[in-house]
């Protein structure tokens, strides 16, 4: 009996140690299952919370991008940007490719505003056709007659008080052009101007109409309607007025600067000095253009001929010492007897910028 008893107890020990081994192998199969099924809704999880914070995060910018529109948009309506009337130093000649307007857009750019530049500066144009040009002075043309064809025919143009433009002599500016096409006696054209000689001293203009038609007698002393919309009416001006040809007095110079002024229906607005010239020579002029424009005025002849020079960090000779002790622009920043070059347009582009700051023309 006790034989018996042994080898049955074996037999269930042994039959024991198979039943756990078979559980042990069963639940360590199952845990495997679970590890893995755990696993796998661990990334499912995780893959959804990162898809959420994505979508919470492009949303975020949406939103933000939208507010910023927004922004943009109603500083736009106030200042929908800054137009620059003048002659050949607005249109940057002798910067080889660097003008006022370009160094103030890349300067807003790099400060991240945004408001519009344009240049409305054209070369060889008197302060007159700069005004044209802006829609405060009327153009006229004497008797002539619109022929059948388009083709060229020689007009005479005229201000109102009988002196000569000087418009378009050395082409529309920077693809501003707020000349042509005109409209006389209901024809519509574009007028150019035609040197007459090698030196391109003298010019002629011609008028062709675009589209041919009945011949049209013009009677004399004929408005010319220029294609100026008013599309920078609202905009700041700065107006830089530097020829002297139309005017020969400070009286004079004040009237063109307040007639161009006159056409926008911005208040906001800068006038700049002519460069030519001394302190002693300028100073009755500066001292007018003070006392009429106040804070509202900037002298870039005062600042051209000692600071601007030393924020240029160009090399100063003995010669252009001399030009400095007098209170007039060096030629170390001259592109000739007229124009800034590269460094000096760069320099008063930055000065034009902190005013434009400093009156509440550019903002953020």
Request: net charge negative.
């Amino acid at each position: 009996m006790k034989i018996k008893f042994t080898v049955n107890s074996a037999i269930l020990a042994l039959t024991a140690v198979c039943v756990v081994a078979s559980v042990g192998m069963a639940f360590k199969y199952y845990s495997k299952s679970d590890m893995k099924n755990n696993a796998d809704l661990s990334i499912a999880t995780a893959y959804e919370k990162n898809k959420l914070e994505q979508q919470k995060k492009q949303e975020e910018e949406k939103m933000t991008k939208e507010k910023q529109e927004i922004h943009e948009q109603e500083i736009l309506a106030k200042i929908p940007g800054i137009v620059f009337w003048g002659g050949s130093i607005t249109a940057g000649v002798g910067g080889n490719g660097v003008s006022i307007t370009s160094e103030i857009e890349a300067l807003e750019e790099e400060n991240e505003y945004f408001i519009p530049v344009v240049n409305c500066g054209v070369s060889g144009e008197t302060a007159k056709s700069i005004l044209t040009r802006a829609g405060a002075e009327k153009l006229y043309v004497k008797e002539f007659t619109i022929p059948e064809k388009s083709t060229d025919v020689d007009i005479e143009l005229m201000f109102e008080d009988g002196t000569k433009p000087s418009i378009l002599r050395q082409g529309a500016g920077n693809n501003n052009n707020t000349i042509n096409p005109v409209t006389i006696n209901g024809v519509q054209g574009n007028i150019s101007a035609v040197s007459v000689n090698n030196a391109s001293v003298k010019y002629k203009y011609v008028f062709r109409r675009i589209k041919g038609g009945d011949e049209v007698k013009v009677d004399d002393k004929t408005e010319v309607e220029t294609s100026y919309n008013g599309d920078y009416d609202n905009y700041v001006y700065v107006v830089f007025i530097d020829g002297s040809e139309d005017w020969k007095t400070p009286d004079e110079l004040i009237e063109l600067q307040k007639k161009l002024l006159s056409s926008c229906k911005s208040d906001k607005y800068i006038v700049i000095s002519p460069t030519t010239g001394d302190k002693w020579k300028n100073r009755e002029l500066e001292n007018a253009m003070t006392a009429q424009w106040g804070e509202h005025y900037f002298n870039a002849r005062e600042y051209l001929s000692f600071d601007g020079v030393y924020d240029a960090g160009v090399s100063v000779t003995n010669d252009d010492f001399g030009f400095m002790i007098k209170g007039e622009i060096p030629p170390c920043i001259r592109a000739d007897g007229f124009n800034l070059n590269e460094e000096g347009y760069k320099v008063l582009a930055k000065k034009l910028y902190q005013k434009l700051i400093d009156m509440g023309y550019l903002i953020k």
